[in-house]
């Protein structure tokens, strides 16, 4: 069965830094392009960042520079490194999985809540 | 990077349709065949509905169609049953290796 589950998420303070991890089953995250997907507590969802299996790397002007998509195929995870949270970063992140040939997210794990807070 | 314009809510007695419309700009929706449409029930994950404009992956009903015209897509669900109430977003290529998704939609089956 193909699947993602996310994990890594919780409680952080604004400034700190969190890494999710996102492992996947019955594909290779190599083999795909793989993305990051947010939504705030009763908002819409928001791209973050794709990583195509080229290795090549993009964000949204919000979190640019601040975090970072990068996968282990050896463990075939998915991870997102978030550095410098701010408030706003308050979101369920998903990660989804783009194949190359249909430009759309098939593949959608569960969820983890990042919540930053003083 | 705006989000692409849906209305809030939408609604339709079952057996009926109802339809959703998804506004962006040359630059993302009128640019690139690659809108997609997504649902989403309360505390659960999107799931992909329509792709590449009006295609359907495996296992959705026929009753969801996709078209667009321009730079407005839409998606339609006929038919309308109790489990497709939850809310619905669009997705668009947007160019440079950026996607965008629409604001959502509130379907109700009244």
């Known amino acids: 069965e193909v699947q993602l589950v996310e994990s890594g998420g919780g409680l952080i303070q604004p400034g700190g830094s969190l890494r999710l991890s996102c492992s996947a089953s019955?594909?290779?995250?190599?083999?795909?392009?793989m993305t990051w997907v947010r939504q705030a507590p009763g908002k819409g969802l928001e791209w973050v960042s794709i990583?195509?299996?080229?290795?090549?790397?993009y964000y949204a002007d919000s979190v640019r520079g601040r975090f970072t998509v990068s996968r282990d195929s050896s463990k075939n995870t998915l991870y997102l490194q978030m550095n410098s949270l701010r408030a706003e970063d308050t979101a369920v992140y998903y990660c989804?999985?783009?194949?190359?040939?249909?430009?759309?997210?098939?593949?959608w794990g569960p969820g983890t809540m990042v919540t930053v807070s003083s | 990077q705006s989000a692409l314009t849906q209305p809030p809510s939408a609604s339709g007695s079952p057996g009926q349709s109802v339809t959703i419309s998804c506004t962006g700009t040359s630059s993302d929706v009128g640019g690139y065949n690659f809108v997609s449409w997504y649902q989403q029930h309360p505390g659960k994950a999107p799931k992909l509905m329509i792709y590449a404009v009006h295609k359907r992956p495996s296992g959705v009903p026929d009753r969801f169609s996709g078209s667009k015209s321009g730079n407005t897509a839409s998606l339609t669900v006929s038919g309308l049953q109790a489990e497709d109430e939850a809310d619905y977003y669009c997705?668009?290529?947007?160019?440079?290796?950026?996607?965008?998704f629409g604001t959502g939609t509130k379907v109700t089956v009244l």
């Open positions: 989804a999985r783009i194949p190359v040939t249909t430009d759309a997210f098939d593949i």
């Open positions: 019955g594909f290779t995250v190599s083999s795909d392009y």
């Open positions: 997705s668009s290529y947007s160019g440079n290796n950026k996607y965008v």
């Open positions: 990583i195509y299996n080229n290795d090549n790397t």
